[in-house]
């Protein structure tokens, strides 16, 4: 399997994390690419019509994009990432879905800082998409109890998003507004497959 990637991804970030909870990360081949908002990397295109990181090449030949199609392909492959059907499984889909709209709402705020020029960006959207992270963020703390002691597709997504704030918007200080899932993250940010994954200094 091939995917491509951008090591600062955080969508790239959950999929590896679930490749290696589930032993299959060295059967992954890293591409690079040049993904962009607005400038589409022609490799990709060629290959799926979105030309989105990350974007995985099964061996088949197959494209296969967008971070949560992917995570379910692999755990078809190793199994163990998404629960059976029932509660648990609402519960760990629902929390990946929490999680995934928290980093659109905080990639929408990075592309309207580095792609638009100054004078083109708008404080409301901003305003408006950090009202969404912190929504989320008040949601997983009210919750935290319910991430203890799980190893799947909700806490990974979680994890991830968690860290990509800590990447990028550290003036944030998620932790002073989320202590208690300040605490559960330090712990699932010591597994392996999070240490394996962790972005370079931005």
Not at 14 to 43: C, F, Q, W, Y
Not at 178 to 189: R, T, V, Y
Request: glycine share 6%; charged share 20%.
């Amino acid at each position: 399997m091939k995917l491509f990637h951008s090591h600062f991804s955080p969508f790239v970030r959950k999929v590896m994390v679930v490749a290696h909870e589930l032993g299959l990360a060295e059967r992954i081949e890293l591409l690079p690419s040049a993904a962009h908002p607005t400038k589409r990397d022609t490799n990709i295109l060629a290959l799926h019509p979105l030309a989105q990181v990350p974007t995985l090449i099964a061996d088949d030949g197959h494209a296969i994009a967008d971070s949560r199609v992917i995570c379910e392909y692999l755990d078809a492959l190793g199994g163990g990432m998404f629960p059976a059907p029932g509660p648990a499984r609402w519960s760990a889909l629902n929390d990946q879905s929490t999680a995934d709209g928290l980093l659109d709402a905080a990639l929408l705020i990075r592309y309207e800082l580095t792609v638009r020029e100054e004078g083109e960006r708008s404080s409301a959207w901003i305003a408006g998409q950090t009202a969404k992270i912190e929504s989320a963020l008040d949601t997983f703390e009210a919750g935290v109890a319910a991430l203890a002691d799980r190893i799947d597709i909700g806490t990974i997504a979680v994890a991830c998003a968690l860290g990509y704030l800590d990447l990028r918007f550290p003036d944030l200080a998620w932790r002073r507004r989320s202590p208690a899932l300040a605490a559960w993250f330090e712990g699932f940010d010591a597994r392996a497959s999070m240490q394996a994954t962790r972005p370079p200094v931005a």
